[in-house]
Protein backbone atom coordinates (compact mmCIF):
# COMPACT_ATOMS: atom_id res chain seq x y z
CA UNK A 1 0.00 0.00 0.00
CA UNK A 2 1.28 3.23 -1.25
CA UNK A 3 1.22 6.35 0.87
CA UNK A 4 2.06 9.99 -0.50
CA UNK A 5 3.17 12.61 1.70
CA UNK A 6 0.52 15.19 2.27
CA UNK A 7 0.94 18.99 2.12
CA UNK A 8 0.66 18.61 6.17
CA UNK A 9 3.39 15.96 6.48
CA UNK A 10 5.82 17.67 4.16
CA UNK A 11 5.07 21.27 5.72
CA UNK A 12 6.20 19.77 8.91
CA UNK A 13 9.25 18.50 7.33
CA UNK A 14 10.11 21.54 5.42
CA UNK A 15 9.78 23.51 8.82
CA UNK A 16 11.51 20.67 11.28
CA UNK A 17 14.53 20.43 8.95
CA UNK A 18 15.03 24.82 8.52
CA UNK A 19 14.46 24.92 12.46
CA UNK A 20 17.46 22.59 12.74
CA UNK A 21 19.67 23.57 10.06
CA UNK A 22 18.96 26.96 9.28
CA UNK A 23 20.74 28.23 12.22
CA UNK A 24 23.55 26.24 11.35
CA UNK A 25 23.60 27.20 7.53
CA UNK A 26 23.65 31.27 9.07
CA UNK A 27 26.48 30.21 11.07
CA UNK A 28 28.62 29.05 8.28
CA UNK A 29 27.69 31.83 5.99
CA UNK A 30 28.65 34.68 8.78
CA UNK A 31 32.16 33.42 9.17
CA UNK A 32 32.67 34.46 6.00
CA UNK A 33 31.70 37.98 7.19
CA UNK A 34 34.19 40.93 6.31
CA UNK A 35 32.33 43.17 9.19
CA UNK A 36 32.91 42.66 13.06
CA UNK A 37 29.46 42.79 13.45
CA UNK A 38 28.12 39.21 13.59
CA UNK A 39 24.54 40.19 12.50
CA UNK A 40 25.56 42.77 9.83
CA UNK A 41 26.49 41.49 6.60
CA UNK A 42 29.97 43.59 4.80
CA UNK A 43 31.06 41.20 2.09
CA UNK A 44 32.92 38.25 1.92
CA UNK A 45 36.21 37.77 3.35
CA UNK A 46 38.40 35.12 4.63
CA UNK A 47 39.82 36.95 7.78
CA UNK A 48 38.38 35.48 10.55
CA UNK A 49 39.72 32.34 9.94
CA UNK A 50 42.93 33.70 9.79
CA UNK A 51 42.40 35.48 12.87
CA UNK A 52 41.33 31.96 14.18
CA UNK A 53 44.76 30.44 13.78
CA UNK A 54 46.42 33.56 15.51
CA UNK A 55 44.22 33.08 18.71
CA UNK A 56 46.37 31.02 20.93
CA UNK A 57 43.62 30.55 23.37
CA UNK A 58 41.09 29.01 21.24
CA UNK A 59 43.98 26.59 19.65
CA UNK A 60 45.41 26.04 23.43
CA UNK A 61 42.02 24.88 24.06
CA UNK A 62 40.45 22.96 21.42
CA UNK A 63 43.76 20.99 21.96
CA UNK A 64 43.44 20.71 25.41
CA UNK A 65 39.68 19.50 24.43
CA UNK A 66 40.88 16.86 21.89
CA UNK A 67 43.73 15.49 24.28
CA UNK A 68 41.04 15.06 27.22
CA UNK A 69 38.15 13.82 24.27
CA UNK A 70 40.87 10.93 23.26
CA UNK A 71 41.97 9.85 27.09
CA UNK A 72 38.33 9.70 28.32
CA UNK A 73 36.85 7.86 25.22
CA UNK A 74 39.84 5.21 25.55
CA UNK A 75 39.37 4.63 29.22
CA UNK A 76 35.54 4.77 29.00
CA UNK A 77 35.89 1.62 26.17
CA UNK A 78 38.03 -0.43 27.59
CA UNK A 79 36.12 0.14 31.37
CA UNK A 80 32.44 0.08 28.95
CA UNK A 81 33.51 -2.98 27.46
CA UNK A 82 34.58 -4.59 30.61
CA UNK A 83 31.48 -3.74 32.38
CA UNK A 84 28.81 -5.02 29.32
CA UNK A 85 31.13 -8.21 29.48
CA UNK A 86 30.51 -8.28 32.85
CA UNK A 87 26.72 -8.18 32.52
CA UNK A 88 25.95 -10.38 29.90
CA UNK A 89 28.44 -13.09 30.54
CA UNK A 90 28.36 -13.63 34.28
CA UNK A 91 24.76 -13.71 35.14
CA UNK A 92 23.25 -13.16 38.45
CA UNK A 93 26.38 -12.44 40.91
CA UNK A 94 26.26 -10.34 44.45
CA UNK A 95 25.67 -7.04 43.84
CA UNK A 96 24.45 -7.05 40.02
CA UNK A 97 21.55 -4.88 40.78
CA UNK A 98 23.86 -2.10 42.69
CA UNK A 99 26.84 -2.25 39.78
CA UNK A 100 24.29 -2.32 37.36
CA UNK A 101 23.11 1.22 39.10
CA UNK A 102 26.25 2.59 39.11
CA UNK A 103 27.33 1.83 35.51
CA UNK A 104 23.83 3.29 33.79
CA UNK A 105 23.35 6.32 36.98
CA UNK A 106 25.16 8.78 34.55
CA UNK A 107 23.11 7.92 31.60
CA UNK A 108 19.66 9.26 33.45
CA UNK A 109 21.09 11.85 36.20
CA UNK A 110 21.27 15.56 34.81
CA UNK A 111 24.18 16.54 34.38
CA UNK A 112 24.04 19.42 36.33
CA UNK A 113 24.08 16.97 39.40
CA UNK A 114 26.65 14.58 37.94
CA UNK A 115 29.25 17.54 37.63
CA UNK A 116 28.36 19.22 40.99
CA UNK A 117 28.80 15.43 42.78
CA UNK A 118 31.96 14.90 41.13
CA UNK A 119 33.02 18.45 42.19
CA UNK A 120 32.63 17.63 45.92
CA UNK A 121 34.48 14.78 45.62
CA UNK A 122 37.12 16.00 44.41
CA UNK A 123 36.98 18.67 46.95
CA UNK A 124 36.87 15.88 49.36
CA UNK A 125 40.14 14.13 48.55
CA UNK A 126 41.83 17.13 48.32
CA UNK A 127 42.66 16.60 44.19
CA UNK A 128 43.64 19.37 42.45
CA UNK A 129 41.14 20.50 39.86
CA UNK A 130 41.96 20.37 36.08
CA UNK A 131 42.90 18.12 32.79
CA UNK A 132 42.53 15.19 34.91
CA UNK A 133 39.45 16.07 36.72
CA UNK A 134 37.92 16.44 33.43
CA UNK A 135 39.08 13.51 32.10
CA UNK A 136 37.77 11.03 34.81
CA UNK A 137 34.92 12.88 34.62
CA UNK A 138 34.00 12.69 31.13
CA UNK A 139 35.14 8.79 31.44
CA UNK A 140 32.20 8.70 34.38
CA UNK A 141 29.96 10.35 32.09
CA UNK A 142 30.65 8.10 28.91
CA UNK A 143 31.52 5.09 29.78
CA UNK A 144 27.78 4.39 30.34
CA UNK A 145 26.89 4.55 26.93
CA UNK A 146 29.76 2.60 25.85
CA UNK A 147 28.55 -0.39 28.19
CA UNK A 148 24.79 0.12 26.69
CA UNK A 149 26.21 -0.42 22.51
CA UNK A 150 28.74 -3.07 23.17
CA UNK A 151 26.06 -4.73 25.31
CA UNK A 152 23.40 -4.79 22.78
CA UNK A 153 25.81 -6.43 20.99
CA UNK A 154 27.07 -9.06 23.35
CA UNK A 155 23.28 -9.96 23.76
CA UNK A 156 22.98 -11.34 19.91
CA UNK A 157 26.29 -12.78 19.45
CA UNK A 158 26.59 -16.48 18.83
CA UNK A 159 27.89 -18.48 22.22
CA UNK A 160 28.41 -21.09 19.72
CA UNK A 161 31.31 -19.76 17.83
CA UNK A 162 32.90 -19.40 20.93
CA UNK A 163 32.13 -22.96 21.95
CA UNK A 164 33.77 -24.47 18.77
CA UNK A 165 37.05 -22.36 19.22
CA UNK A 166 37.25 -23.78 23.19
CA UNK A 167 36.09 -27.50 21.64
CA UNK A 168 39.34 -27.34 18.96
CA UNK A 169 41.54 -26.70 22.12
CA UNK A 170 42.00 -22.71 22.68
CA UNK A 171 42.04 -21.37 25.94
CA UNK A 172 39.62 -18.90 26.96
CA UNK A 173 42.39 -15.97 26.79
CA UNK A 174 42.82 -16.94 23.27
CA UNK A 175 39.18 -17.13 22.55
CA UNK A 176 38.17 -13.66 23.43
CA UNK A 177 40.49 -12.06 21.37
CA UNK A 178 40.93 -14.41 18.66
CA UNK A 179 36.44 -14.36 18.09
CA UNK A 180 34.41 -12.34 20.57
CA UNK A 181 36.85 -8.80 19.92
CA UNK A 182 36.60 -8.87 16.04
CA UNK A 183 32.84 -10.00 16.03
CA UNK A 184 32.17 -6.99 18.52
CA UNK A 185 34.91 -4.31 17.09
CA UNK A 186 32.30 -2.29 15.38
CA UNK A 187 29.94 -2.04 18.51
CA UNK A 188 33.52 -1.00 21.07
CA UNK A 189 34.33 1.63 17.84
CA UNK A 190 31.02 2.52 17.58
CA UNK A 191 30.94 3.06 21.79
CA UNK A 192 34.35 5.16 21.75
CA UNK A 193 33.57 7.69 18.77
CA UNK A 194 29.97 8.40 20.93
CA UNK A 195 32.28 8.82 24.24
CA UNK A 196 34.58 11.00 21.95
CA UNK A 197 31.97 13.00 20.78
CA UNK A 198 30.26 13.35 24.12
CA UNK A 199 33.61 14.48 25.73
CA UNK A 200 34.18 16.73 22.61
CA UNK A 201 30.68 18.44 23.16
CA UNK A 202 30.63 18.63 26.94
CA UNK A 203 30.24 22.10 28.69
CA UNK A 204 28.30 21.12 32.19
CA UNK A 205 30.45 18.51 33.70
CA UNK A 206 33.42 20.45 32.47
CA UNK A 207 32.75 23.92 33.41
CA UNK A 208 32.47 22.48 37.24
CA UNK A 209 35.69 20.47 37.35
CA UNK A 210 38.16 22.45 34.93
CA UNK A 211 40.90 24.07 36.81
CA UNK A 212 43.99 26.48 36.02
CA UNK A 213 45.02 25.41 32.48
CA UNK A 214 42.19 22.73 31.49
CA UNK A 215 40.25 25.19 29.47
CA UNK A 216 38.02 23.31 27.25
CA UNK A 217 36.73 24.50 23.31
CA UNK A 218 33.07 24.53 25.05
CA UNK A 219 34.14 26.04 27.66
CA UNK A 220 36.13 28.84 25.99
CA UNK A 221 33.25 29.30 23.39
CA UNK A 222 30.52 29.85 25.95
CA UNK A 223 32.94 32.66 27.79
CA UNK A 224 33.21 34.28 24.50
CA UNK A 225 29.71 34.15 23.31
CA UNK A 226 29.19 35.75 27.12
CA UNK A 227 31.31 38.68 26.32
CA UNK A 228 30.02 39.70 23.22
CA UNK A 229 29.67 37.57 19.70
CA UNK A 230 32.98 37.34 17.52
CA UNK A 231 33.33 36.26 13.95
CA UNK A 232 35.81 33.96 15.29
CA UNK A 233 33.58 32.19 17.16
CA UNK A 234 31.35 31.18 13.81
CA UNK A 235 34.97 30.58 11.73
CA UNK A 236 36.08 27.92 14.77
CA UNK A 237 32.08 26.44 14.86
CA UNK A 238 32.03 26.23 11.18
CA UNK A 239 35.49 24.36 11.07
CA UNK A 240 34.10 21.99 13.63
CA UNK A 241 30.69 21.26 11.70
CA UNK A 242 32.94 21.10 8.15
CA UNK A 243 35.49 18.19 10.08
CA UNK A 244 31.83 16.19 11.37
CA UNK A 245 30.17 16.49 8.01
CA UNK A 246 33.19 14.96 6.46
CA UNK A 247 33.47 12.34 9.18
CA UNK A 248 29.94 11.62 8.50
CA UNK A 249 30.09 11.22 4.98
CA UNK A 250 33.70 8.84 5.02
CA UNK A 251 31.47 6.60 7.15
CA UNK A 252 28.28 6.61 4.51
CA UNK A 253 30.69 5.91 1.91
CA UNK A 254 32.71 3.42 3.52
CA UNK A 255 29.55 1.97 4.79
CA UNK A 256 28.09 1.38 1.41
CA UNK A 257 31.59 -0.09 -0.24
CA UNK A 258 31.64 -2.54 2.73
CA UNK A 259 27.91 -3.46 2.02
CA UNK A 260 28.88 -3.52 -1.97
CA UNK A 261 31.85 -5.71 -1.37
CA UNK A 262 30.03 -8.21 0.90
CA UNK A 263 27.44 -8.76 -1.82
CA UNK A 264 30.52 -9.20 -4.31
CA UNK A 265 31.37 -12.20 -1.93
CA UNK A 266 28.08 -13.50 -1.60
CA UNK A 267 27.47 -13.72 -5.11
Same mark, same amino acid.
Given at each position: MNRRLSVFNVTSLVIGFAFLYLPILL?? !??SFNASRLVTVWGGFSTQWYGALFRNE?? !?DAAWVTLRIALLSATL? %? !? /? #? +?LAALALTRYGRFPGRTLFTGMVYAPMVMPEVI +???SLLLFFVAVDFDRGFWTITLAHTTLTMCFVTVVVQSRLMTF???LEEAAMDLGAPPLRTFFSVTLPLIAPSIVAGFLLAFTLSMDDLVIASFNA #?? #?ATTLPIKIYSAVR?? /????VNAASAILIGIVTLGVISA %? /????RSVLRSRRNAH
Open positions: LV !IYAL !IA %T !I /L #G +T +TGLDRS #GP #GLG /LSPE %T /LLSK
